[in-house]
């Protein structure tokens, strides 16, 4: 009966032993946030970290088009995790990415931002008899006519090309 239970005891030992890295690692991920190509220059990867990590894990590789590629990663002031490649992946903008960073896999699409405009219509607001422009939204797609959008005040604004104090978007009143 000793011996039984010895047994049964030492098993429970080894067992939760091995049992805890693999818990305390659940609490740690790598989300990948983006795979952009930033003002021509380079190719980033950016992750999201959830947990610790040490400078000394954040390294990886990615393959793009066949070709595998080490990639040096840093933590950064904002708690994102940014990588590079050690070859320039200019020329595979458009591809998609497989790769590893920390134990961690990620894939996506290599997309340039390089060449994303920031679209910033006025914003007409009715005063009176007459529209007067407010601050301009930014955003990276372009409105076409019709759009709407709700403003941080509440009130909604429609994008009209030809509204009478030029294109934009022009407040209603609020809700």
């Not at 990886?60 to 590629?69: A, I, L, P, S, T």
Request: with cysteine.
């Amino acid at each position: 009966m000793k011996k039984g239970l010895y047994r049964a005891l030492l098993i429970l030992v080894v067992l939760l032993i091995t049992a805890s890295p693999v818990f305390a690692a659940a609490d740690r991920s790598l989300s990948l946030s983006t795979i952009a190509n930033l003002k021509g220059k380079e190719v980033v990867f950016t992750f999201i970290p959830r947990g610790e990590f040490k400078a000394s894990e954040l390294n990886g590789y990615v393959w793009v088009h066949g070709q595998k590629f080490t990639l040096s990663c840093r933590l950064n002031d904002r708690d994102e995790v940014k990588c590079i490649a050690n070859q320039s992946l200019y020329g595979y903008i458009g591809m998609t990415a497989v790769g590893s960073v920390a134990g961690f896999p990620f894939s996506g699409l290599i997309i340039d931002l390089s060449s994303v405009r920031n679209y910033c219509p006025t914003i007409w607001q009715a005063s009176g008899n007459s529209w007067v422009a407010g601050e301009n939204l930014c955003s990276t797609f372009k409105p076409v006519n019709g759009d709407w959008i709700l403003l941080d005040d509440g009130s909604i604004a429609f994008y009209n090309d030809n509204g009478p104090a030029g294109p934009g978007f022009y407040g209603e009143s609020n809700p």
